[in-house]
């Protein structure tokens, strides 16, 4: 049977691939194995003082490790070595991206789904591993410059006190994390990441692709708190660019999203702080996360995007239930499209009987393990034809329940196109 290995999500910080979260019954219904993995987190995971005492990347390793394993011994489960589908949401997504990129990864697997993320997101990858490094050692009690000094130092420390140390406290914001995929140095001998992504985009081979973003990601980055600040005036805007932008360049952010000064604190201002922060985090680098597949014209790249409002939106769900001010926005928060490929014992959410919410559970499983058998996501017993996308006639699959169907150009175009310039400029 066709393999799919589903790497778990939570910033590098969190998370687990536990059954309490990703119990994979609706998948296994297709007949696919479905492996899931753990691997190690925040500073434990990617610590990176340019050291082959401490490399960075930890994590990935683990994660690649794992992806060996599985192609070493999957055939005494029933499972295809030669048919592997790696899979993956948010930061699980970006390291998809990251093996697809990695030297060390090449051949491992045949396949790749990316939901919600990419390695050139923001909060997915670092190129300040080094300070942080430093930083959490004299926090911790260590102030030598020697990393291999303070590689020993760290070794003595009790391992619950550097992650407690390194828990981010009253802070939502996916840039406040510090311990993420980088660069390995010169220094290194095992390198899983051995040059910039930029770079190793031009070179790293091509696999049929499914990749795609919720309408509503932006939910979950941002608080009540945050809100009200944007709906009063605009310095949250200021706060949240000032480590990277000019202020002309936030001028025109706030004229393209708030460019109604009298508007009302009403549900288009929420739809617009919403997209602000879901291109932030998400939209604005999603396409470059498959363009170099798109250019180079050999792989299938199948673009989606993932807006059911439904009763097993579960992050949506929870927010809510927080937050009741956001009711009124429709669609799916990131993670959404989650509980319809997993059931998560923990929360219990699951569809009703003949309800739209279990036909979406069919129709996304039915595609995921589809693309995982052939490559190909399509079968007779779909109501729809998913077409792959192209540089040319860019087209996406909206995944709206009853209402899924194909849209014809670029995803977020105006978005994305406004976000390009300013890169370009």
Not at 364 to 393: H, I, R, V, Y
Request: proline share 4%; glycine share 6%.
């Amino acid at each position: 049977m066709a393999v799919m290995v589903f790497i778990h999500g939570g910033a590098f910080n969190n998370g687990s691939a536990s059954s309490d979260f990703y119990s994979p019954e609706y998948l296994i219904d297709e007949n696919v194995i479905i492996v899931t993995i753990n691997y190690r987190l925040n500073a434990l995971g990617f610590l990176n003082f340019d050291i082959d005492e401490c490399p960075g990347n930890m994590g990935l390793k683990d994660q690649l490790f794992a992806i060996k394993w599985v192609k070493a011994n999957i055939n005494a489960f029933g499972g295809d070595a030669q048919n592997i589908t790696i899979f993956g949401e948010s930061a699980g997504s970006a390291s998809v991206h990251c093996h697809m990129l990695s030297p060390q990864s090449t051949g491992l697997f045949q396949k790749a789904i990316m939901q919600s993320g990419c390695l050139f997101n923001s909060w997915a990858f670092t190129e300040k591993h080094r300070e942080a490094a430093f930083k959490l050692a004299k926090n911790l009690g260590c102030v030598k410059d020697d990393p291999k000094e303070v590689v020993q130092f760290l070794l003595s420390v009790p391992a619950i006190d550097i992650v407690k140390l390194t828990k981010i406290e009253g802070k939502t914001d996916f840039q406040d994390y510090e311990f993420l995929p980088s660069v390995e140095s010169e220094a290194v001998s095992d390198k899983f990441l051995p040059a910039h992504p930029e770079i190793l985009v031009k070179t790293a081979p091509t696999v049929p692709v499914i990749t795609g973003i919720n309408n509503m990601e932006g939910l979950i980055a941002f608080g009540e708190h945050k809100m009200r600040k944007i709906l009063n005036d605009t310095k949250e805007i200021n706060e949240l660019f000032q480590r990277k932008y000019s202020k002309e360049i936030i001028n025109k952010v706030k004229n393209f999203y708030f460019n109604e000064c009298n508007m009302e604190f009403g549900t288009t201002r929420l739809e617009n702080i919403c997209h602000l922060y879901s291109d932030l985090y998400f939209s604005k680098d999603f396409h470059r996360g498959y363009d170099y597949i798109l250019k180079q014209n050999i792989s299938p790249v199948y673009s989606y995007e993932f807006k059911f409002d439904g009763e097993i939106n579960i992050c949506k769900t929870i927010l809510f239930y927080l937050r009741p001010t956001f009711q009124p926005l429709k669609g799916a928060c990131h993670a959404d499209e989650l509980s319809y490929l997993f059931h998560g014992r923990l929360f219990g959410f699951a569809p009703k009987a003949n309800s739209p919410e279990l036909r979406m559970c069919r129709t996304m499983s039915k595609l995921w393990t589809n693309f995982a058998k052939t490559g190909n996501p399509n079968s007779q017993d779909l109501s729809f034809e998913w077409k792959n996308t192209s540089a040319e006639e860019p087209k996406y699959l909206s995944l709206d329940g009853d209402n899924t169907r194909m849209v014809s150009g670029l995803l977020n175009s105006s978005r994305v196109c406004f976000w390009e310039n300013i890169r370009n400029s």
